[in-house]
């Protein structure tokens, strides 16, 4: 079993949906939680990070960290065509620590 | 938020020469850098963790001999491939930890290394 799962996609959704992108792991000992965006040729860009378990709202994203069901979600509301990219989930067990990614899901945002 | 720069953006370089890969936090102090190697479409890779003053811990697989880093000062690592083949033509990128105790990481916009 991979540390950190995530649904690869493509996913295609049309301009103005809400978008559900997902993580799940297993090491019990992840405290950290980010959600990275990386668009094509570009190094990943911070957009939401959260610690231990609970919800965390900026602007149209909101994360959710579930630790006892080792589940991590981002959602995306009013989704707009610049928000194609490739959503990386990311998790560490504390500071100076290296981050395990996901694999990355592919969103595309249909005008 | 905090700012980190990689350069160059994009090299192309004969097989056999070596290539090095600077990678600075702009704004912030960074006691630790990470280097990671991403193929198309795949995610990024962790190849070493820099530890400002300290010798890199590599990861599994990675050959140190053939990927040096550097984390002479607070605000600079590089990376440096030495005798370069078209198999390490990649995506390189770095990310620098922030000061803040959540320990999130900031990257560069990496770097394109084409060997031919």
Redesign the interface.
Known sequence: QKEVEQDPGPLSVPEGAIVSLNCTYSNSAFQYFMWYRQYSRKGPELLMYTYSSGNKEDGRFTAQVDKSSKYISLFIRDSQPSDSATYLCAMSGGYGQNFVFGPGTRLSVLP | ?AV?S?HPSWVICKSGTSVKIECRSLDFQA??M?WYRQFPK???M?MA?S?EGSKATYEQGVEKDKFLINHASLTLSTLTVTSAHPEDSS?Y?CSA?GTG??????????T?LTVT
């Open positions: 938020g980190v990689q006691t630790t990470f795949q995610s990024l962790l963790t530890n995506f990128i930890c105790d959540s320990g999130e990481q900031y990257f560069g916009p990496g394109r």
